[in-house]
């Protein structure tokens, strides 16, 4: 066996007995840093499923198991959402946590971006409606996700989003702030990025999400996100100062309301940026009674 095969040996079957009895894991469907996730079918019912397989031996701390944790009771706590990911089932063991959730059969929504390169005004309509509207459950529930990309959104079979990892959501009372540097580089929220590099910086809250979506419906629509420079430092001084555009070429054939809701999005002062509600109500999404159709 080659070496780098090493990191998809299925866990000791001890380990994690009452999984194997009732699931029959298949191939890997995704990974990240301390889990692999393979698709699997329960025996009893020939249902398929994902499974989010962490191995606990990996880190020397108790970060990974009490992080785990965290992310079952947030999903427990957003659980019943059509757009967000539903856990069907929880194992652990000493080494290894299982968590079995719905397949999503069609994968993230960042592999189907990439195939197809961008998505028409109607399609980014559709999937930023189903975005805000997990969002404005997550929120509800005084949830920020802090992890909202493209990578994150998967796909059901009928496309319809299911919004998933919640690793590094977080319960946060109406009031208080977080400084916490984590979420990835090109989404990060100006106000995230200043509680950690000044001096005094006010620490950010769920605002950084809608920031988030800013970046994720600028990419869909065009392909490209907006902060991206091959210099990170630059990058992140671009977010921190706003600078995106709506100049390029792609930009001409699109319609100025959805550039409204993105410029509505990426406010610097997370004071000013819409909340998920008022995205919501966004002339983006308004779609014209049927009645006014016929005539
Ligand atoms: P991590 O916290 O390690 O990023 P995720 O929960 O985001 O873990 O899962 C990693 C990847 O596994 C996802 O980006 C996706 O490709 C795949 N994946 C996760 N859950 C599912 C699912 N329910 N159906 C299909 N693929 C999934
Ligand atoms: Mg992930």
């Given amino acids: 066996m080659a070496v780098d095969d090493d990191v998809d040996v299925l866990p000791d079957r001890d380990a994690a007995k009452g999984f194997y009895a009732k699931y029959e894991p298949k191939e890997v469907l995704g990974r990240g840093g301390c889990s692999v996730v393979r698709r699997c079918i329960e025996k009893e019912t020939g249902q398929q499923y994902a499974a989010k397989i962490i191995d606990l031996s990996d880190s020397s701390d108790e970060g990974v198991y009490?992080?785990?944790?965290?992310?079952?009771?947030?999903?427990?706590?957003?659980?019943?959402?059509?757009?967000?990911?539903?856990?069907?089932?929880?194992?652990?063991?000493?080494?290894?946590?299982?968590?079995?959730?719905?397949?999503?059969?069609?994968?993230?929504l960042f592999d189907h971006l990439t195939t197809v390169v961008t998505l028409s005004?109607?399609?980014t309509k559709v999937i930023m409606r189903q975005l805000f509207e997990a969002l404005a459950h997550v929120h509800g529930k005084g949830i920020v996700h802090r992890d909202l990309k493209p990578e994150n959104i998967l796909l059901d079979d009928n496309y319809n989003i299911k919004l998933t990892d919640f690793g590094f959501a977080?319960?946060?009372?109406?009031?208080?702030?977080?400084?916490?540097?984590?979420?990835?580089?090109?989404y990060l929220a100006?106000?995230?990025?200043?509680?950690?590099m000044m001096e005094g910086a006010p620490g950010y809250a769920h605002q950084v999400d809608l920031w988030a979506c800013g970046v994720i419906m600028y990419t869909l629509l065009v392909g490209c996100p907006p902060f991206w420079h091959r210099k990170q430092m630059?990058?992140?001084?671009?977010?921190?100062?706003g600078k995106y555009s709506f100049n390029t070429p792609e930009w001409e054939d699109i319609t100025d309301t959805p550039k409204d809701l993105i410029s509505k999005l990426l406010v610097v002062e997370p004071a000013q940026r819409i909340s998920v509600q008022e995205a919501l109500t966004h002339d983006f999404f308004q779609i014209l009674p049927?009645?006014?159709c016929l005539f």
């Avoid at 059509?82 to 397949?103: A, G, K, Q, R």
């Avoid at 630059?234 to 977010?239: H, P």
């Fill in 170 to 186: 977080k319960v946060l009372p109406p009031g208080e702030t977080l400084t916490e540097l984590c979420g990835t580089p090109g």
């Fill in 121 to 123: 005004e109607k399609k």
């Fill in 66 to 108: 009490e992080a785990t944790k965290r992310e079952i009771e947030v999903l427990r706590m957003v659980a019943g959402h059509p757009y967000i990911i539903e856990l069907h089932d929880v194992f652990e063991s000493s080494t290894f946590i299982f968590l079995v959730f719905e397949l999503c059969e069609h994968g993230e």
């Fill in 234 to 241: 630059v990058m992140i001084r671009n977010i921190m100062e």
């Fill in 290 to 292: 049927l009645m006014m």
């Fill in 190 to 196: 100006p106000e995230l990025l200043r509680c950690n």
